[in-house]
């Protein structure tokens, strides 16, 4: 477990057409409970309650991607929990760029995506901040601003990081 407070944290929600998709299933699966109750015992507000938590933990543990820059390191992560995590120590990271990139085209969509020496967390969007590896692979971290995000991680890390 990490105790050091980041620097700066950053998050990007899942777009809002995916939110929506998720909490619509979810409000039908709740509805279908409560309409047709169960009859081997369940109580219907039982399924109901059940399919509203499976709900919130979805958004938890996949609600978005959240960035936290810390002062070696940076650590991305998918959704508020951040069960799914990846650290960056800054010292592997040869220099940064903000971009515009297409996630459809470049990764196949969004998330955790991608393989070999080009990986993107994304969330939603097509801007992320590129981070040029020193073992020569990319890793793109969706954000909505990464020019500001780019900033922000320079000032953590000491300003070790050229522009691009």
């Known amino acids: 477990m990490d105790l050091e407070t980041p ?3 950053d998050f990007q929600p899942l777009a809002a057409w995916a939110r929506l998709l998720t909490w619509g299933a979810v409000a039908s699966g709740v509805w279908v409970a409560i309409r047709n109750p169960p009859g081997d015992g369940f109580s219907s507000s039982v399924i109901a ?9 979805v958004e938890l543990v996949f609600g978005g991607v959240k960035i936290e820059l810390f002062s070696d390191r ?3 992560s998918l959704g508020r ?4 995590k990846k650290t960056v120590p800054y010292e ?10 297409r996630p459809l085209r470049e990764f196949g969509g969004w998330g955790v995506r991608g393989f070999g020496t080009k990986q993107a967390w994304t969330a939603q969007g097509n801007r ?3 981070l040029h590896r020193v073992d020569g692979s990319l890793l793109y ?3 909505d601003n990464p020019e500001r995000l780019a ?3 320079r000032s953590a890390a000491g300003q070790r990081f050229a522009n691009h």
Not at 49 to 57: D, R
Not at 81 to 84: E, N, P, S, V
Request: net charge positive; proline share 3%.
């Open 151 to 153: 900033e922000r991680l």
């Open 141 to 143: 971290l969706g954000c």
């Open 7 to 9: 620097r700066h944290t």
């Open 49 to 57: 309650a059940a399919v509203l938590s499976l709900g919130i933990l």
């Open 128 to 130: 992320a901040l590129v």
């Open 92 to 101: 592997t990271v040869e220099r940064i760029e903000p971009v515009t990139y």
């Open 74 to 76: 940076l650590r991305v």
């Open 81 to 84: 929990i951040g069960w799914i």
